[in-house]
Nanobody, 124 residues
Framework: VQLQASGGGLVQAGGSLRLSCAAS????????MGWFRQAPGKEREFVAG????????YYLDSVKGRFTISRDNAKNTGYLQMTSLKPEDTAVYYC??????????????????WGQGTLVTVSS
């Protein structure tokens, strides 16, 4: 699976962005999907995950109620809707797909395929 993340940009605090993750190659619908982010000088962290069917979702505590992960398997695309953005949300956001069910959704080892990242900058 090849993944292409897009939708990042510069936004003021309190604003919204929607990230997209377009998949090609193998059947996207077979894989769980996750969004991770990495801020400057920090380790990559889990943001949100969604099961292959879309029936289960998981979030980092600090984004619960503000971010929504979703997917459209017919379009081979996943999304991360981000609202009430804060400066601390500034990071490069990566989408990932995979099915290594030994690992939790929040564990990057669950995912075999990664996109290139899209930069989100939230100004105060």
């Amino acid at each position: 699976v090849q993944l292409q993340a897009s939708g990042g940009g510069l936004v003021q605090a309190g604003g919204s962005l929607r990230l997209s993750c377009a998949a090609s190659g193998r059947t996207f619908s077979r894989y769980d999907m996750g969004w991770f982010r990495q801020a400057p000088g920090k380790e990559r962290e889990f943001v949100a995950g969604i099961s292959w069917s879309g029936s289960s979702t998981y979030y980092l505590d600090s984004v619960k109620g503000r971010f929504t992960i979703s997917r459209d398997n017919a379009k081979n695309t996943g999304y991360l809707q981000m609202t009430s953005l804060k400066p601390e949300d500034t990071a490069v956001y990566y989408c990932a797909a995979g099915g290594r069910t030994t690992y939790y959704y929040s564990d990057s080892r669950r995912y075999e395929y990664w996109g290139q990242g899209t930069l989100v900058t939230v100004s105060s």
